[in-house]
């Protein structure tokens, strides 16, 4: 059975999770389409996946979590036994359980995870640490475990994929809000764009130097989006930040990869095979 269609589903308030996995999905063919559930949308039709079907899922770490922004957008999409490939990405600290959390959602939605990767990027809070990642040897990382899956998905053979262990706990670790919400200096122009591209909806539409703590998920997408670079976190909050975070982020972490039957370099991508007992052959 060959693959007919692929599919990439996307949260990325800061765009590092969407360019790792287009270039991913540059691997496959059929070239793989595009569905960015970054954003809110009023109303999101269901969709249905088959087992001749190929959906990549990627979302970045937050606190050692999946968003849950991103968990509940991902609820729209539901597989039949179609195989999935999770990619998770963080700011150079750890991904804890946010992999296995993202196993367990799609899973729980129907798809059947045949490989799983963890890529660092640039902390979208505290932006000098892991600064200018991807770099080079995340790159080529990237790019061999593309190519794996492409491998995988060409031999055709249901018979060849494997459900895959991926580390975590089934305990997740407890969610801690990062109380760090961005303001709006005095040069806001009230353009709207930081309102219209909040994928939490937490900046309201007639007053967008306002920000709603309750519903912010500190993504930092609208200080990335603003054109005069009005909307930012305060200087103490940026000091504060720094000083707790830089500390448990100082030793480079580096890509890891799970998908079973492949050969990839260690040096880029340490695979990781679970033992037999947890194999089971997807039929």
């Known amino acids: 059975m060959k693959i007919k269609s692929a599919c990439m589903a996307i949260f990325s308030p800061t765009d590092s999770t969407r360019k790792i996995v287009e270039r991913i999905g540059g691997y496959l063919s059929p070239a793989p389409t595009e569905m960015n559930l970054t954003l809110p949308a009023s109303s999101r039709a269901e969709l249905h996946f088959l087992a001749n079907d190929l959906v990549i899922f ?21 597989g039949h036994r179609t195989p999935a490939v999770i990619v998770v990405t963080y700011g150079n600290r ?24 963890a890529f660092v990027t640039e902390h979208n809070i505290v932006r000098q640490i892991a600064t200018g990642r991807p770099d080079e040897n995340d790159l080529k990382a990237i790019d061999r475990f593309g190519a794996a899956v492409a491998r995988k998905v060409a031999e055709g053979a249901p018979s060849s994929w494997h459900k895959i262990g991926v580390p975590g706990n089934k305990e997740y670790r407890p969610y801690q809000p990062i109380p760090m919400h ?41 200080t990335r989006v603003c054109p005069t670079g009005a909307r930012k976190l305060p200087w103490l909050l940026q000091w504060g930040a720094k000083r707790k975070i830089m500390p448990k982020c100082r030793e480079r972490r580096e ?29």
């Open 94 to 117: 750890a991904y804890d359980d946010a992999l296995l959390e993202l196993k367990t959602v799609v899973e729980e939605q129907g798809f059947q995870v045949i490989a799983a990767a």
């Open 58 to 78: 990627g979302v970045p770490v937050y606190g050692g979590r999946v968003p849950e922004t991103a968990r509940e957008r991902f609820k729209i999409l539901r």
């Open 255 to 283: 890509a890891e990869v799970f998908i079973w039957g492949t050969s990839l370099p260690p040096a880029y991508c340490p695979a990781y095979r679970p033992p037999d007992s947890c194999l089971e052959i997807i039929p």
């Open 182 to 222: 961005p303001k709006t200096g005095s040069g806001c122009n009230h353009c709207g764009i930081c309102s219209r591209e909040c994928p939490a909806g937490a900046i309201p539409a007639d007053d967008p130097r306002q920000t709603d703590a309750s519903r912010c998920i500190s993504c930092m997408r609208c």
